[in-house]
Nanobody, 115 residues
Framework: QVQLVESGGGWVQPGGSLRLSCAAS????????MYWYRQAPGKEREFVAV???????NYVGSVKGRFTISRDNAKNTVYLQMNSLKPEDTAVYYC?????????WGQGTQVTVSS
């Protein structure tokens, strides 16, 4: 089993920044890719960013150039640096880990962007 705990969400004005963290614990050996997803009210959960164990990254088009995913394997933590935030970034952000064909999800952290 893998446990994921997100933190760092909150309220921010448009144009502001937040950094989300996702700490993994439990049976973390062989975790490969780690992801950030988000779900806005009334919408389906969508992919935001992914990072491989080796550091290869990919992003959804709407966040490219504004968000950066990073990973500290020694701390078993993945981060999402979010800059130039927009109201449409408002959502619950979830961390996901892939391990040997299984998926593990965190409980989510709320990000609200408004003036």
């Amino acid at each position: 089993q893998v446990q994921l705990v997100e933190s760092g969400g909150g309220w921010v004005q448009p144009g502001g920044s937040l950094r989300l963290s996702c700490a993994a614990s439990g049976s973390i050996f062989s975790i490969s890719h780690m992801y950030w997803y988000r779900q806005a009210p009334g919408k389906e959960r969508e992919f935001v960013a992914v990072i491989s164990r080796g550091g290869t990254t990919n992003y959804v088009g709407s966040v490219k150039g504004r968000f950066t995913i990073s990973r500290d394997n020694a701390k078993n933590t993945v981060y999402l640096q979010m800059n130039s935030l927009k109201p449409e970034d408002t959502a619950v952000y979830y961390c996901k880990a892939d391990k040997q064909g299984l998926e593990y999800w965190g409980q989510g952290t709320q990000v609200t962007v408004s003036s």
